[in-house]
Nanobody, 126 residues
Framework: QVQLVEAGGGLVQAGSSLRLSCTAS???????MAWFRQAPGQEREFVAA????????RYGDSVKGRFTISRDNVKRTLYLQMDSLKPEDAAVYYC????????????????????WGKGTLVTVSS
């Protein structure tokens, strides 16, 4: 098993930026990793995912062009750079790991993920 700890959430003004991080308790270099978010009363939503090689990224339609996912396998850390934040981006953001090693597919469904962090809260004021 792997433990995931998110950090970097906070209260920001619309139009500003935040960078979230997710640090794993063991090596995650061979796994697809992803970010999801969930706002009150809403279903968990796919945000971004990154292949184990670091070369293939997927983004949810609502964040394309504004968010960037990256990883540092030496630091065992996944990042989410969020720019031009909107009030509708406010949510708890969760880091997740797809447990299939060396996957050639970057999956984007919550049910595809095997490990989850506890989340970090992002609040965006207008």
């Amino acid at each position: 098993q792997v433990q995931l700890v998110e950090a970097g959430g906070g209260l920001v003004q619309a139009g500003s930026s935040l960078r979230l991080s997710c640090t794993a308790s063991r090596s995650i270099s061979t796994y697809v990793m992803a970010w999801f978010r969930q706002a009150p009363g809403q279903e968990r939503e796919f945000v971004a995912a990154l292949g184990w090689s670091g070369g293939t990224a997927r983004y949810g339609d609502s964040v394309k062009g504004r968010f960037t996912i990256s990883r540092d396998n030496v630091k065992r850390t996944l990042y989410l750079q969020m720019d031009s934040l909107k009030p509708e981006d406010a949510a708890v953001y969760y880091c997740a790991v797809d447990g299939q090693e060396y996957s050639l597919v970057v999956r984007t469904r919550p049910t595809d993920m095997d490990y989850w962090g506890k989340g970090t809260l992002v609040t965006v004021s207008s």
